[in-house]
């Protein structure tokens, strides 16, 4: 199976400023998906960004961008102009393009402190 | 309003019961899921379904048994045989089984269970 490695179980950052959150993990598979899920305190998993491993160029929503490392088997999210609703644990999570294939791998999280 | 709710929010089971926990979809997607995640852990799937009347084992299904009578349900039941169920139940689902950059899984509330 696949394994999803977040490093960083904390992280803080001061309001207005940005921060990057790491996610490494492994596979033998070319093609797969990966995303990045907040759960703020109420717990419901909402979807942040997403990234298709044959795209190379890297995806940005809003203040959201990711940095695809595929060599590397990296896949970070900097988060820009820090607010205090990103307060919440962050998920990186990796999905096989297989058809049928829908099981999400998901690392162990890293909290994220907003500091006013 | 489209989305997928969970009920009950919290529940609380004593030992050697039954429980069923429910979710709920109008968004019309064929696949649905069942993950757990307990402290400091990512969260792992449970059981899946990729279309009504069938569904698959995940990682961690023994214990646990679910149904798909009708594509908007996804009912779960938490045996007497999960020796450790106090956990965050979180439902979710997505268009298609897999292998498209939209089967993207999008996650319920979840439902907080407890056994006393």
């Known amino acids: 199976a696949q394994t999803v490695t977040q490093s960083q179980p904390e992280m803080s950052v001061q309001e207005a400023e940005t921060v990057t959150l790491s996610c490494t993990y492994d596979?033998?598979?070319?093609?797969?998906?990966l995303f990045w899920y907040k759960q703020p305190p109420s717990r419901q998993m909402i979807l942040v960004i997403r990234q298709e491993a044959y795209k190379q160029q890297n995806a940005t929503e809003n203040r959201f961008s990711v940095n695809f490392q595929k060599a590397a088997k990296s896949f970070s999210l900097k988060i820009s102009d820090s607010q205090l609703g990103d307060a919440a644990m962050y998920f990186c999570?990796?999905?096989?393009?297989?058809?049928?294939?829908?099981?999400?791998?998901f690392g162990t999280g890293t909290r994220l402190t907003v500091i006013p | 309003d489209g989305g997928i709710t969970q009920s009950p929010k919290y529940l609380f089971r004593k030992e050697g019961q039954n429980v069923t926990l429910s979710c709920e979809q109008n968004l019309n997607h064929d696949a649905m899921y069942w993950y757990r995640q307990d402290p400091g852990q990512g969260l792992r799937l449970i059981y899946y379904s990729q279309i009504v009347n069938d569904f698959q084992k995940g990682d961690i299904a023994e214990g646990y048994s679910v149904s798909r009578e009708k594509k908007e349900s996804f009912p779960l039941t938490v045996t007497s045989a999960q020796k450790n169920p106090t956990a965050f139940y979180l439902c979710?689902?997505?268009?298609?089984?897999?292998?498209?950059?939209?089967?993207?899984?999008?996650f319920g509330p979840g439902t907080r269970l407890t056994v006393l």
């Open positions: 979710a689902s997505s268009r298609g089984p897999g292998g498209s950059w939209e089967d993207t899984q999008y």
């Open positions: 596979t033998s598979e070319s093609d797969y998906y």
């Open positions: 999570a990796y999905r096989s393009h297989e058809t049928g294939a829908n099981n999400l791998f």
